[in-house]
């Protein structure tokens, strides 16, 4: 704590912060503070809050009750103008720069007075400040480059170099290392320190905790939406295994009881694949009735492999074999020709045509099965009844539009559709998101009644109980790498917990 100035400059406080989403209380009394020129960590599982708080705090999401203090001034809620003119920046995950334009550019977009000139831009004056600003924390990079030229650690660097030629009093960093290998890692805590020392009170969130407990000053600890614990450097050593248990806790009786079912020889094997030539090669097999689990947080790849797999994202090298067979997709016609179906995450954009009727949406991928030149109207309806009533979708009428629909039984009917075509392998992305406890349940069966059945699942999942309590095995994915396999006897949250942060 030696050089640090924040002892007694509180420039931040929530008090009760509470956020409720249908079904969901995503924050709970939520209390939190910082103080200036502190680093002020935020911990815990993928759903934990931390997202939503920071949200609140930059304005996207409203609170539905408590106060924010900043300096003497109380709110309820800002608005993203607000925030940013009480001085807060968010340096998010996601890229919202302008690929085409140089770093230096992208840093002083929208800054007021940066330019001496009053009508035209100065960019050599620019160039000189970004090299400046950039020089002050002990960053290196060519601020003159085009940003979508750039590696990608160096444009997380621009990003938060963007952040602080605002000048803002508190600085919120959302997976900052997400782009970065282990050696530039030291780099941005380095960064971040300096930036500290400055006055600037950081909120840092990661999930490496080794990386954590390097760069703070104090931890916050968030589970299910709720506080567990502040933990200070002052007069405490931090722990990566007390950290990690406080951010798993979760009662037994919260996990599904799957019933066990056979699972057969390997049928399914993604080998040496690669979506571009630095990325390490992805192996896996999956048995006949087997489901996978597939862990990992937000950005380390996941879903972009799946993608891959499944033809709809343009891979560097590797093949896909079904039963020995070399059936690698170039796109996602030949993928479900070959047996393969992708659930993603966002089933009303690519999974259903929401203004269409039930039977429409389940027969749609297998239209050759109900007519040649003309669809057997009598015939769609009986055999999408079938699907109907095997999967217990509730809907009014076969006719009802799927829009009407609750989330889990639009998720059911994306499943009739891919099992009305006759598909052998389901990957399926976050398969209960958005849908309450009851209809999880119900997918849940329905998963274990296809693995019963023969089919095979690969299960992307962000929820540790979903992946604990359905998964015959469990493969960890960070930084687009395997870095854990899990057989079913070693799946806990906590060896699933250490995938994450890259510990084999």
Not at 71 to 94: D, S
Request: hydrophobic fraction near 40%; proline fraction near 4%.
């Amino acid at each position: 704590m030696e050089n640090k100035i924040f002892e007694a400059n509180k420039i931040l406080e929530t008090r009760n912060i509470t956020k409720e989403f249908p079904g969901v209380k995503a924050l709970v009394n939520f209390n939190f503070d910082l103080y200036k020129g502190e680093v002020h960590a935020l911990i815990g599982e993928n759903g934990a809050g931390k997202s939503t708080f920071i949200k609140i705090l930059s304005g996207a999401f409203a609170p539905n009750r408590g106060e924010i203090v900043l300096g003497n001034e109380k709110y309820h809620y800002f608005t993203p103008n607000t925030a940013r003119r009480l001085g807060i920046q968010t340096v998010y995950q996601e890229d919202i720069l302008v690929p085409p334009i140089t770093a230096a550019e992208n840093i002083f977009l929208g800054v007021e007075e940066i330019s001496e000139k009053k009508f035209f831009i100065g960019y050599m004056q620019i160039f000189k400040k970004a090299e400046e600003l950039a020089k002050n924390i002990g960053i290196n990079i060519r601020v003159d480059e085009i940003y979508e030229k750039l590696s990608p650690s160096d444009q997380q660097f621009v990003k938060i170099l963007k952040a602080l030629a605002q000048r803002p009093k508190i600085l919120i960093l959302d997976e900052p290392t997400q782009a970065f290998n282990k050696n530039d890692i030291g780099l941005v805590i380095e960064m971040v320190k300096r930036i500290s020392k400055e006055g600037v009170g950081v909120i840092y969130i990661a999930h490496d905790l080794d990386e954590i407990v390097e760069v703070a000053d104090r931890i916050t600890v968030l589970r299910d939406g709720k506080k567990i614990k502040t933990h200070d450097r002052k007069v405490e050593s931090f722990k990566t295994d007390v950290l990690a248990n406080e951010m798993i806790g979760r009662p037994v009786d919260l996990f599904y009881k799957k019933k066990e079912n056979p699972i057969g020889d390997y049928v399914f094997e993604v080998r040496n694949l690669k979506l571009k030539p630095n990325h390490k090669p992805i192996n896996f097999k999956v048995k006949e009735g087997e489901i996978l689990g597939v862990a990992g947080l937000k950005g380390a790849g996941r879903s972009e492999i799946a993608r891959a797999i499944f033809g709809a994202l343009k891979k560097h090298e590797g093949m896909i074999f079904y039963k020995g067979k070399n059936i690698t997709p170039t796109n996602p016609i030949q993928a479900v020709k070959s047996g393969m179906a992708l659930l993603t995450e966002n089933k009303q954009i690519d999974g259903l045509f929401m203004g269409m009727p039930v039977c429409q949406n389940i027969t749609m991928v297998g239209l050759d099965k109900i007519g040649k030149l003309f669809i057997n109207l009598t015939k769609e309806k009986k055999l999408s009844a079938e699907y109907v009533k095997r999967l217990n979708i509730k809907t009014p009428s076969l006719d009802k539009e799927v829009k009407f629909l609750s989330g889990g039984n639009q998720q059911k009917v994306v499943i009739a559709k891919w099992l009305f075509k006759g598909v052998n392998i389901l990957i399926v992305d976050e398969p209960t998101h958005g849908i309450d406890v009851n209809a999880k349940t119900e997918v849940y069966e329905l998963f274990t009644e296809l693995a019963t059945s023969g089919k095979s699942i690969i299960m992307i999942s962000s929820e540790m109980p979903e992946l604990i309590s359905l998964s015959d095995r469990v493969i960890v994915i960070n930084n687009f790498e395997i870095t854990k396999e899990l057989a079913k006897d070693e799946i806990s949250e906590a060896n699933i917990l250490s995938g994450f942060i890259g510990r084999k």
